[in-house]
Every structure is written in structure tokens, then in C-alpha cells.
């Protein structure tokens, strides 16, 4: 790209910081030097190099999991910053896509209700789960409750995350479906409703719909949702708060209540009546063309925020190991 100036001189000077310091970060790396790392031939790089350069627009999709290894971040930083240079922000279905969650202004203090919290809890990392079960202590971790996870197969070092799964001092209760790989360890399984079998508000990952999800058929056997799970369970503990005993359509009315304008006019009643509902923006929609979500308002390609957490502030290559 740099090579034939195909870099959009007009974007990076309106709407980036810091390109000298990116630019020469790219030299860093010629097609020679990044086909040494990746495996990849430095013909498939340079062809890759071309059509990024001579596409308008290009739209990235960077798959679930890539920023869940070494070096994972930093990967993803460097691919947003792709479209920073081509100018591809600023074109409908140019840029980087991972979800759209952010997107949608639900009030989710009205789910997550941390203002019901006594007092301070401890927090340990999911990521760590391995050394939450087998080196904490002050109190070690002696109860594991799993609901919509899988960590035994999908939380980083295995191997440990497994002997603490198999501690037999260790109390587990798992929410599921199927016998997961985490369910198996598990001493009790409470049998959950699949999608069919509960009504649902639901959001996306790849689209701008918000959707109300009718339950279609009865639940099996003994299955339940989630939801009315820790009901019984507030009314087993003898729990008082009447929040906790919120009907699934009185929490989707709550979180619909957040008065921010992706919202405006879609009610749980609307929802109902036409299954889903665009969020209230433009059609086509290019978040990124004009502002950024930075402290600047601008594409940076050197991060004051990096700096501070101790990481390399320009976007470019941190290795796996």
C-alpha cells in the first residue's frame, strides 16, 4: 500500500493521530520479514497488500477468539488500524466489523442489578479459572456455579482448569443443555430450556435487529429457564428483594427503559407484534466515517491508554510466547 501511495493522505491527516510513528512501524515489517513469522509466502502477503490497496470499500471480519491467545490484542488494534489507512472508516461496509453489541443502548444496570449488592465482592478472573480453584485461598473457592459456559472447554490452560473441576472438596452446579465437558464434573446439572422453549429478548452479534423470541413449544422433562432457576432458588433462600422475582417479560420491559435513542419508539409490546425491530439509526449506517470512540475523536495510531497499562503504545506485532 505505502509503496504505491495508495494510503488515503485525506483521512489519515483528518481523522488519525500519529501516522509517522505508524507509517514507519509498517516499514518495520516488510512482506520478507512478515512472511517469516506467519509461514505465509511473501507473494500471498504482497497480493493481500495489493487488493487492500485498490478495493473500496474493504470490510474486515475478525472471527470470535482471535484476541483470545498471546499477542491477541495487539493483533486486533493492528487490523483496525488497516482501514485507518486505506480510508475504508469512511465508506458503508468498509472498516473492521467483530460484533455489534455496542450498538445496542440497552440498560443493563437493569440486568445485571449490582445496585442489590450488600457489600463488596471478591473478583476473580474466568480466564484464571484454573488457578481461582486450586491456588486461592482467604478463602479458597469451595462452591463453582457455571451458567451459559463451557469453561472446561474454552478457558485458556486446560489442564489445570480440569484438576480443579476435579477437586472433591470442590461443590459444582451447572446449568446446561447437553453434558459438557464442564457438566461432567459437575454434582448437580439443573436441565435448562433450550431457545424453542423460552421467551426471550434477544440482541445480535452481526446486525442491527433487536428481537423478541417466542417460546414455541413446552419445555422437556424437568427443564426450566435460566431465569425462573434463580427464582426458585431466591424463594429456596428464603430471599426477600421483589426484584429477584421479576417475570422475564418485567426485566425485558426494564432494559427496554433506558431512554437512549437506538431505542426510541421499540417497546416489548412492538416487539411482540412484529418479532424484531431495526435500532434507530441511519440506513447505511457508518458509525466511524466522522469520530472515533477515542479520548480524541480520532483514529489513534499511538495510544496514550496503552502506554499507561505498560503495552507497546503504537499498533504493530507483540509474538505469542
Known amino acids: 500500500m505505502l509503496t ?3 494510503e488515503d493522505r485525506q483521512f489519515i491527516a483528518e481523522r488519525t493521530l500519529d501516522w509517522e510513528r505508524f507509517r514507519q512501524r509498517i516499514l518495520d515489517f ?45 493483533a486486533v488494534r493492528t487490523i483496525t488500524c488497516i482501514p485507518g489507512v486505506t480510508g475504508d472508516w469512511r465508506y458503508p461496509g468498509g472498516g473492521v466489523f467483530y460484533d455489534t453489541r455496542g450498538f445496542f443502548g440497552l440498560k443493563w444496570s437493569a440486568l445485571w442489578r449490582d445496585d442489590l449488592r450488600p457489600r463488596q465482592i471478591r473478583a476473580l478472573d474466568i480466564k484464571r479459572l484454573g488457578e481461582g480453584l486450586l491456588e486461592t485461598n482467604k478463602p ?20 489445570k482448569v480440569i484438576r480443579g473441576l476435579a477437586r472433591n472438596d470442590l461443590f459444582t452446579v451447572v446449568i446446561e443443555h447437553f453434558l459438557t465437558d464442564t457438566a461432567r464434573y459437575a454434582d448437580v446439572i439443573l436441565p435448562a430450556t433450550m431457545q424453542i422453549e423460552h421467551s426471550d429478548l434477544l440482541i445480535a452479534y452481526g446486525q442491527l435487529y433487536l428481537a423478541w423470541n417466542e417460546a414455541a413449544v413446552s419445555p422437556a422433562g424437568e427443564c426450566l429457564p435460566t431465569t425462573e432457576i434463580f427464582r426458585r432458588l431466591a424463594r429456596r433462600m428464603g430471599l426477600d428483594e421483589p426484584a429477584l422475582y421479576d417475570s422475564d417479560e418485567t426485566i425485558a420491559r426494564q432494559i427496554l427503559d ?18 424484531s425491530i431495526r435500532l434507530n439509526y441511519p440506513d447505511p449506517f457508518v458509525p466511524f466515517a466522522t469520530t472515533f470512540p477515542t479520548a480524541s475523536g480520532k483514529l489513534e495510531f499511538v495510544s496514550d491508554r496503552m502506554t499507561q497499562s505498560g503495552l507497546d503504545p503504537v499498533a504493530g506485532y507483540t509474538p505469542t510466547h
Open 4 to 6: 504505491e501511495g495508495r
Open 30 to 74: 516488510p512482506p520478507s520479514r512478515a512472511a517469516g513469522i506467519t509461514g505465509l509466502s511473501t507473494e500471498s502477503i504482497v497480493e493481500l497488500g495489493k487488493r487492500l490497496a485498490e478495493t473500496r470499500p474493504t470490510g474486515i471480519r475478525i472471527g470470535i477468539g482471535l484476541q483470545r491467545h498471546a499477542g491477541g490484542g495487539m
Open 140 to 159: 479458597p473457592v469451595n462452591v463453582l456455579f457455571v451458567c451459559a459456559s463451557n469453561p472446561a472447554a474454552s478457558v485458556p490452560n486446560q489442564t
Open 258 to 275: 433506558s431512554g437512549h435513542p437506538s431505542l426510541n419508539r421499540i417497546t416489548l409490546e412492538a416487539l411482540k407484534a412484529r418479532g
